[in-house]
């Protein structure tokens, strides 16, 4: 069974840095992408990132240039490192590995890591 677990959330001021953790685990289908999202109070889930299967990345554009996101694949890891955090990234960031099971494309989720951005 597939499971994602985030860490590295918590509370910084604006200009900080945080890097976030994805640890997966039963990863025995192949990977089509994996990336992470985020979901701000009143907002829909929002793609921050993202890495696609053979190695290009995708990122939004409110935060190229602040964050990069990478892999361990030995290890089954996904980071996202975040700099020069601002107020509008405060919220709660989910990762994701969309995988390919019995010939279909299913997603899977973590149960979020909180970020919040605040003087």
């Known amino acids: 069974q597939v499971q994602l677990v985030e860490s590295g959330g918590g509370l910084v001021q604006p200009g900080g840095s945080l890097r976030l953790s994805c640890a997966a685990a039963g990863m025995t289908f192949s990977i089509n992408d994996m990336g992470w999202y985020r979901q701000a109070p009143g907002k829909q889930r929002e793609l921050v990132a993202r890495?696609?299967?053979?190695?290009?990345?995708d990122y939004a554009d409110s935060v190229k240039g602040r964050f990069t996101i990478s892999r361990d694949n030995a290890r089954n890891l996904m980071y996202l490192q975040m700099d020069r955090l601002e107020p509008e990234d405060t919220a709660v960031y989910y990762c994701?590995?969309?995988?390919?099971?019995?010939?279909?494309?299913?997603?899977?989720w973590g149960q979020g890591t909180q970020v919040i951005v605040s003087s």
């Open positions: 890495i696609i299967s053979g190695g290009p990345t």
């Open positions: 994701n590995y969309a995988l390919w099971v019995s010939g279909s494309l299913r997603d899977y």
